[in-house]
């Protein structure tokens, strides 16, 4: 097998600890940092592959998100900077639990599946989270990319919505933007100061953000970037990686999960503050207020609100095109309700997992979608970037309608439309509640979330429930979901449901009911019915 170099030699520096069984989840692989030098030297082969037979750059992040520092993990980036197809997922891992001897048989078995053209050039980018592990491992994907004579790029430290777009960006010829953070800071800051133009009487305290970088890459980016920013936004950056550890009791979804606030935050009464994860991917927002009270707004708020302000500003635009909300079973019923009875918006709801909150999306004009644990985005079709783009040139548009049209255009630019994005996000929320005029306390109070708990069971083998109708109903072990059935039946206003992780060992409970006593009570006893 001549074609694959020397494969063999070379993956034999990168042994897989025997008996090791892995699979490409939700999010790609995620273990142990130590078990993970074979998966990131097979994934440079596997991108190299996927680059040659694509035509196209194709990325490789080196993260574990939100797991703690201890962990690692790695995915791969599809030329429109999404999610790699599920096919491809099924290759990642067929070659992560390859034995070392039949490496290059299933390398052969892809080539020809996929009819790999063996000769066509490959280019592959790379980037990584501040883990400690984060830089060996990347050096063991670029290993992997040189191996089959792929073009590599390491970006270094970037997050994960930073290496999206830069694929993105390198798949279009520059028409989404400049392949560099530089060009990535410089498309969102000219987007927001165009929007945040539009709110010229914003004092300085309405400027001013407290942002939870959870000790990781976000917080690093968030530095470079501050200076673009202002003087229109200020940041005050906590958990900056100077002393804390990543994600340690800080970060989006240790603020979601115990809905407090993180360590170290210093937070006066109706300050606006939001927290990143672990690469960046994901944000929520919260404030106290005067008697100490904690006010999450998660996900599916930041969906609301955006989804609001799209629909209004459509309307005053004059433009006829549809937008839709995608949520996952862990959406908040308050949220979904005020989406479809209030707002009157096509409500749609996915499997857990960016990808399937992505496709789902982009079925629609206006596609927002928005995981209640604060990953989403907004993506437009082209029909709907068209009309946008037409109506901020038009010269015979009344101004209300222009306004809208520019609003909408730099609306777009500031979206990172290749994935969720911490930043973007922000940036996104800050530039809406100046327009709008809005508080966060007026935010928060647009519907008031339905008290809610969230647990997690360990049980022997998560894989024996199994889930349908958007993973809001278990069908197996049989007798299952009756039982929450009749648990429900007995709290007002309740919902719950099981799930098996796609990131961790273990099976997950979702409760939500009229008070929190009772979601307590309900969550604690529908986990009991899982053993
Ligand atoms: C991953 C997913 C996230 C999902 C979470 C669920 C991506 C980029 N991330 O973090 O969307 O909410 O897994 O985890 O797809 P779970 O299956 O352990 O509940
Ligand atoms: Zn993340």
């Known amino acids: 097998m001549a074609q694959f170099g020397d494969v063999s030699q070379k993956s034999a520096l990168h042994p897989k600890p025997k008996g090791l069984t892995l699979q490409y989840g939700t999010a790609g692989f995620r273990t142990a940092a130590d078990r993970l030098d074979h998966v990131m030297f097979r994934m440079g082969l596997l ?40 096919a491809w997922e099924g290759y990642a891992t067929q070659l992560a639990n390859a034995d070392q001897d039949d490496l290059c048989a299933v390398l052969k078995g892809i080539v020809e599946s996929e009819g790999v053209d063996m000769a066509q050039a490959a280019s592959v980018i790379i980037g990584r989270d501040t883990r400690p592990s984060s830089e060996n491992l990347s050096r063991a994907v670029l290993d992997g990319i040189s191996c089959l004579e792929g073009h590599s790029h390491d970006f270094g430290l970037v997050t994960t919505p930073q290496l999206h777009y830069m694929v993105l960006c390198r798949n279009t010829g520059g028409c989404y933007g400049d392949a560099t953070t530089q060009g990535y800071y410089e498309k969102l800051s000219k987007a927001f100061a165009e929007l945040t133009k539009n709110a010229p009487k914003r004092t300085l305290d309405q400027k001013m953000l407290l942002v939870d970088g959870a000790n990781g890459i976000g917080a690093l980016k968030m530095k470079e970037m501050e200076a673009f920013l202002k003087p229109e936004l200020q940041v005050e950056i906590f958990n900056d990686g100077s002393s804390g550890r990543l994600n340690y009791e800080c ?23 939001c927290s990143f994860d672990g690469d960046a991917d994901r944000i929520v927002y919260y404030y106290s207020d005067s008697n100490a009270r904690f006010h999450l707004l998660d996900g599916d708020k930041i969906a609301t609100l955006i989804s609001t302000y799209l629909k209004e500003l459509l309307t005053e635009a004059g433009l006829n095109l549809q937008v839709a909300v995608v949520q996952t079973a862990y959406a908040n019923g308050s949220s979904t309700r005020y989406l479809e009875d209030v707002m009157k918006v096509t409500v749609c709801c996915t499997k857990t997992g960016v990808k399937h909150l992505h496709h789902e999306a982009q ?3 206006v596609g927002v979608y ?14 709907a970037e068209e009309q946008i783009r037409e109506l901020a040139e038009e010269s ?3 101004d209300e309608k222009k306004r809208a049209g520019k609003l909408l255009e730099s609306t777009v630019n500031l979206i990172n439309q290749a994935t969720g994005d911490a930043i973007s996000d922000m940036l996104l929320i800050e530039a809406m509640l100046a327009v709008r005029g809005m ?10 979330d339905l008290p809610n708990r969230q647990l997690k069971v360990k049980v022997a083998d998560r894989r024996v429930i199994e889930t349908t109708d958007a993973e809001r ?10 039982s929450i059935d009749a648990l429900v039946k007995k709290y007002r206003q309740a919902r719950a449901f099981v799930r098996p992780s796609g990131t961790e060992d273990v099976v997950r409970v979702y409760a939500e009911a009229d008070t929190q006593e009772s979601v307590d009570a309900l969550a604690h006893q529908v986990s009991l019915a899982v053993y």
């Open 439 to 448: 508080s966060v306390q007026d935010w928060a109070s647009i519907y008031t």
């Open 370 to 383: 928005f995981e209640a644990n604060g990953h989403g985005t907004v993506l437009f079709s082209k029909k």
């Open 363 to 365: 079925k629609f004009d």
């Open 473 to 482: 109903r278990a069908v197996t072990p049989a007798g299952l979901q009756d």
């Open 251 to 273: 970060g989006a979804d240790y603020v979601k999960v115990q809905q407090k606030a993180p360590r170290g935050m210093q937070m006066s009464p109706g300050q606006r503050c």
């Open 47 to 86: 991108a190299t592959l996927r680059s040659k037979q694509t035509k196209s750059t194709i990325g490789v992040m080196v993260t574990a998100s939100h797991n703690p520092e201890e962990d690692n993990g790695v995915k791969l980036i599809d030329p429109m900077g999404e999610m790699v197809t599920p």
């Open 396 to 398: 015979n548009a009344s």
